[in-house]
């Protein structure tokens, strides 16, 4: 059944009438986008609620399709890097790292969005949440006691945010001290923010572990 809905959606776009020389003619150089919600069909399975998109085009025709990520890897439709077409591992790993890419993207959206909408509501951090942005954006993330003050804001005004796409940063003796200060009731507001491996530092360092 997939391979009739590929033959449908691709052979009309190809030069190539056989699926398999057709599915070569069309390659992934590394263009895709984050749809924000799963609102789009794969064109060239039909997979619903599709959220990332990665751009294949035909060498020959210079038609363009917009697919899942799965696709790419599924069909082998070559994948080109720095005019280099890449070997299956290889390009398995390239779409696996341009999706981790939009992930991570749209959580760095999704955090200064929220951050801007606090900093509109809160007199508090009016003044300052340009400060805890730049902060953010050069350290990738968070003090434990920042993001204390911000996820207490978060909740005093009912604004929504996803707690895993915010990062604690305690790797300096600073940052470090000011998480083990903090009481149980307090760590468990900035948990659900920590990895594993943080998780399993904290642990080690409070010697529960």
Same mark, same amino acid.
């Given at each position: 059944?997939?391979?009739?809905? %590929?033959?449908?959606?691709?052979? =009309?776009? $190809?030069? $190539?009438?056989?699926?398999? %020389? ?6 992934? /150089? ?7 919600? =799963?609102?789009? /069909? @794969?064109?060239?399975?039909?997979? =619903? ?6 751009? +294949? ?13 799965? @696709? ?6 070559? %994948? ?7 070997? /299956? ?22 955090? &200064? ?6 900093? $509109?509501?809160? %007199?508090?951090?009016?003044?300052? &949440?340009?400060?805890? +942005?730049?902060?953010?954006? $050069?350290?990738?993330?968070?003090? =434990? ?22 990062? &604690? ?39 529960? &572990?």
């Amino acid at each position: 059944m997939w391979l009739k809905r %590929v033959a449908k959606n691709l052979l =009309p776009l $190809s030069k $190539s009438q056989t699926l398999q %020389v057709a599915l070569k003619e069309w390659y992934y /150089d590394g263009i895709c986008n984050d749809l924000g919600e =799963p609102s789009a /069909d @794969c064109e060239l399975c039909d997979h =619903p609620e599709i959220k990332y998109q990665f751009e +294949i085009e035909n060498e020959f025709t210079g038609n363009k399709l917009l697919v899942g990520s799965e @696709c790419i890897t599924k069909f082998r439709i070559p %994948v080109i890097e720095d005019d280099k077409v890449l070997s /299956d591992k290889e390009a398995a790993k390239k779409v696996q790292e341009d999706r981790n890419k939009l992930i991570e993207a749209a959580k760095i959206k999704r955090v &200064i969005e929220a951050l801007v909408v606090l900093g $509109s509501v809160d %007199v508090y951090f009016t003044d300052k &949440i340009d400060r805890f +942005i730049d902060y953010y954006k $050069s350290r990738d993330g968070f003090t =434990p006691r920042q993001l204390l003050v911000v996820l207490r804001g978060f909740k005093f005004k009912g604004i929504k945010f996803t707690k895993s796409d915010f990062k &604690i940063k305690f790797r300096r003796h600073r940052e470090r001290d000011q998480l083990l200060a903090m009481t149980n009731e307090e760590v468990k507001i900035l948990w659900d923010c920590l990895s594993k491996v943080q998780k399993l530092r904290y642990l080690k360092l409070k010697g529960e &572990i």
